[in-house]
T-cell receptor
Framework: AAGVIQSPRHLIKEKRETATLKCYPI?????VYWYQQGPGQDPQFLIS???????DKGSIPDRFSAQQFSDYHSELNMSSLELGDSALYFC?????????????FGPGTRLTVT | RKEVEQDPGPFNVPEGATVAFNCTYS??????FFWYRQDCRKEPKLLMS???SGNEDGRFTAQLNRASQYISLLIRDSKLSDSATYLC???????????FGTGTRLTVIP
């Protein structure tokens, strides 16, 4: 079965640079979520989109923005990168209306800011 | 206080053992509950949703106690492949924003 696809899998950037992470949800899933997982920490919710509209917002810094496109893929744009942004960034998708709104995670993008 | 709390472990158990994890959540209005497993440097993988009536999937049994606001996961006949971090996950707001516990590390020993 098709899973969530994220690209790139690894990314190295310098401080103050920008980065764009991409997420392709499971086919027919209409909701996308972004999470940040720092070293030794649990995933923290950043933001979600349903049917191309922002659905909810968590601990996403103002330097970050995201959107969902007409084909349901989503991009997380990160500017003025800081050392503390180094983390695993997971995208998850779900089908609203499905039982329990189960979320399925992609393999993540490992961002290293130097 | 974290919204979702778990004993971080580690739990080191022999193959074939039964092991139980508990988790508590702070928001009594929480809507949905899940157990995920996460292997080192990999994505969280959904193990099972947790329903009010309790549910079982093979060697795994999940229970929910809304009155006490805790969730449990029981693993019977542990396998080496069960070694992972088990994450208790709660949708506290109904908006499907998941709150993760810090995870319980399980190591199954031959």
């Amino acid at each position: 079965a098709a899973g969530v696809i994220q690209s790139p899998r690894h990314l190295i950037k310098e401080k103050r640079e920008t980065a764009t992470l991409k997420c392709y949800p499971i086919p027919r899933h209409d909701t996308v979520y972004w999470y940040q997982q720092g070293p030794g920490q649990d995933p923290q919710f950043l933001i979600s989109f349903y049917e191309k509209m922002q659905s909810d917002k968590g601990s996403i810094p103002d330097r970050f923005s995201a959107q969902q496109f007409s084909d349901y893929h989503s991009e997380l744009n990160m500017s003025s990168l800081e050392l503390g942004d180094s983390a695993l960034y997971f995208c998850a998708s779900s089908l609203r209306g499905a039982l329990s709104y189960e979320q399925y995670f992609g393999p993540g993008t490992r961002l290293t800011v130097t | 206080r974290k919204e979702v709390e778990q004993d971080p472990g580690p739990f080191n158990v022999p193959e074939g053992a039964t092991v139980a994890f508990n988790c508590t959540y702070s928001n009594s209005a929480s809507q949905s509950f899940f157990w995920y497993r996460q292997d080192c440097r990999k994505e969280p993988k959904l193990l099972m949703s947790v329903y009010s009536s309790g549910n079982e999937d093979g060697r795994f049994t999940a229970q929910l106690n809304r009155a006490s606001q805790y969730i449990s996961l029981l693993i019977r006949d542990s396998k080496l492949s069960d070694s992972a971090t088990y994450l208790c996950v709660v949708d506290q707001t109904g908006a499907n924003n998941l709150f993760f516990g810090t995870g319980t590390r399980l190591t199954v020993i031959p």
